[in-house]
């Protein structure tokens, strides 16, 4: 039989366990660290150039660059009054549009598509059963069409039965993928339950790259793992995993476990 | 008068720092020991906190966020310790079993939860401690820890994994007998 503990229970006890246990700290610690003060060197405030708005600043300097600013202010703004302004004269393009360029943000980085490959170049270690499984484009759950899941079975990291490693990715882009992990994640993913993380919390959570071309998880034999996405049926693990996905975050896995991509 | 302090302390005033950790000097060291689950560990940490405070105080820039900073503080001064102790601490209980008292339930929860949380690496614990001790919000915690949301909410979620399971663990055998059932 398996008992299961509730989120509001836990909350429960850990609260009341931590609320146990000593609260005051003796008076020696604090006497000892004080009479360590005046022979503890101090660090230098550092200073930022903002600084000299504030009042950390001395006064004919802060003057000094509140008067600097006023008069770059004025400046651009009649420079930016003057490119505008509607003058029937040619303008040679080049000096202007560089200016008005510089003011306004970029757009966002235009993405290659395709296939994502993967070629898998793993060790030894990483023999097992390799399904992968690509989200349908019509799904519905935000953001998992934008993901490819993939999970390891078998034993590729030793990890005990049930245990499952899966990463989300962005099937759109073109990108090979590095995955390094290491006997932490080994650990991490001993729990059950942690397959239940939503997508962006993962890549928060392990990968220190997201969107370009590498993703990397922390060390674990060195093994580097690259391949292309394929798609198999859906195993039941998967399937599983979709349905605890659905139970947290309110989405329907079955629209796309009935059709997976290809 | 919490800004004063510290306004006077950053500038030198010891009177005023000694006031300052006198005030704050208890929280720190309770977090430390709920970290570090060791009164002697404890006060180490808080001692090192307090001198740290001191030391780094003049680059405090937001006098608001004294506090935070020194949870901050005192957490890593809990991270030192726990790697230079590397003490193989007893798994003992720190305050007396009232067999009625049901806050925590039952002594096994206790030497459960006790157990599990010894485990934790000394990153997952702080941030139980900060959010069940001291009731902080996640980005209260990303501040005090100075790490991305993302990354609180991830150790918390193996974090409370890590104790549900050694709650868990004990009941399975109790339901087993039937107790439970």
Request: proline share 7%.
């Amino acid at each position: 039989m398996t008992v299961r503990i509730g989120d509001r229970e836990l909350d429960r006890l850990m609260a009341a366990w931590m609320d146990e246990g000593p609260t005051i700290v003796a008076e020696t610690v604090i006497d000892t660290a004080l009479a360590q003060i005046p022979t503890t060197r101090r660090r230098g405030r550092r200073w930022r150039p903002q600084d000299v708005f504030t009042d950390r600043a001395p006064s004919m300097l802060r003057y000094a660059a509140i008067l600097v600013s006023l008069v770059v202010l004025i400046a651009a703004t009649a420079a930016l009054a003057l490119v505008l302004s509607p003058d029937p004269a040619p303008q040679p393009p080049g000096p202007t549009e560089p200016a008005l360029a510089s003011a306004t943000p970029s757009g966002p980085p235009s993405t290659a598509t395709g296939r994502t490959r993967i070629s898998i170049t793993g060790a030894a270690e990483m023999e097992g059963e390799w399904q992968f499984f690509v989200a349908d484009a019509s799904a519905e759950f935000p953001d998992l069409n934008r993901y490819a899941f993939y999970q390891f079975t078998g034993s590729p990291c030793d990890c005990p039965a049930g245990a499952y490693l899966h990463l989300l990715l962005d099937p759109d882009e073109d990108y090979p993928v590095t995955v390094r992990t290491d006997d932490r994640l080994v650990m991490r993913f001993g729990f059950p339950s942690s397959g239940g993380m939503r997508p962006d919390e993962y890549i928060n959570s392990h990968v220190s790259k997201s969107g370009e071309c590498e993703v990397v998880f922390t060390q674990f034999m060195d093994t580097v793992i690259e391949g292309a996405f394929t798609c198999f049926d859906v195993p039941s693990e998967v399937n599983e995993l979709l349905i605890n996905l659905a139970g947290e975050f309110s989405f329907d896995p079955r629209e796309f476990v009935a059709t997976p991509n290809q | 008068m919490r800004q004063d302090l510290v306004s006077r302390a950053q500038l030198g005033d010891e009177a005023a720092f000694a006031e300052l950790a006198t005030g704050v000097a208890d929280r720190l060291f309770a977090v430390a020991y709920r970290i570090l689950r060791d009164v002697e560990a404890a006060n180490d940490a808080t001692q090192e906190a307090l001198v740290t405070l001191w030391r780094e105080l003049p680059a405090l820039r937001d006098h608001d966020r004294f506090e935070a900073w020194a949870y901050r503080i005192v957490v890593n001064a809990s991270y030192a310790e726990s790697r230079r102790a590397r003490r193989s601490l007893p798994v003992a209980l720190a305050m007396p079993v009232n067999p009625d008292d049901d806050m925590v339930g039952s002594v096994v929860d206790r030497d459960q939860l006790e157990r599990g949380f010894r485990r934790l690496p000394a990153e997952q614990r702080a941030v139980l401690v900060l959010q069940h001790y001291l009731d902080l919000s996640l980005p209260q915690i990303a501040e005090v820890m100075g790490i991305p949301v993302g990354t609180v909410r991830s150790r918390l979620h193996y974090a409370r994994d890590a104790m549900r399971a050694a709650l868990e663990a004990d009941m399975r055998p109790i339901a087993q007998g039937g107790r439970l059932a």
